[in-house]
Nanobody
Framework: QVQLVESGGGLVQAGGSSRLSCAVS????????YGWYRQAPGQVREVVAV???????SYVDPVKGRFTISRDNAKNTVYLQMNSLKPEDTAVYYC?????????WGQGTQVTVSS
């Protein structure tokens, strides 16, 4: 089992920055990938960024060059640094871990970008 708890987010002005954190506990040694997803009101949940066990990363096109996913293995924490935020980045952001063909989710954290 894996438990994920997100923090960070809140209200940010357009053009500003914010960092989300995801504290991971449980059987972390077998996790093969972490991801950040987001879900805007009335929209489906979409992947934003992924970091694999080998450290490779991938991003959805709208956030490339603005968002950075990283992890600190010593702290069992995954981060999402968000820069140059836009109103369309407003959503609930979820941390995700993939292990043994199972996805584990955090409870989500709201990010609101004002124009």
């Amino acid at each position: 089992q894996v438990q994920l708890v997100e923090s960070g987010g809140g209200l940010v002005q357009a053009g500003g920055s914010s960092r989300l954190s995801c504290a991971v506990s449980g059987s972390t040694a077998s996790i093969s990938a972490y991801g950040w997803y987001r879900q805007a009101p009335g929209q489906v949940r979409e992947v934003v960024a992924v970091i694999n066990s080998d450290g490779s990363t991938s991003y959805v096109d709208p956030v490339k060059g603005r968002f950075t996913i990283s992890r600190d293995n010593a702290k069992n924490t995954v981060y999402l640094q968000m820069n140059s935020l836009k109103p369309e980045d407003t959503a609930v952001y979820y941390c995700n871990a993939y292990m043994s063909k199972t996805y584990y989710w955090g409870q989500g954290t709201q990010v609101t970008v004002s124009s």
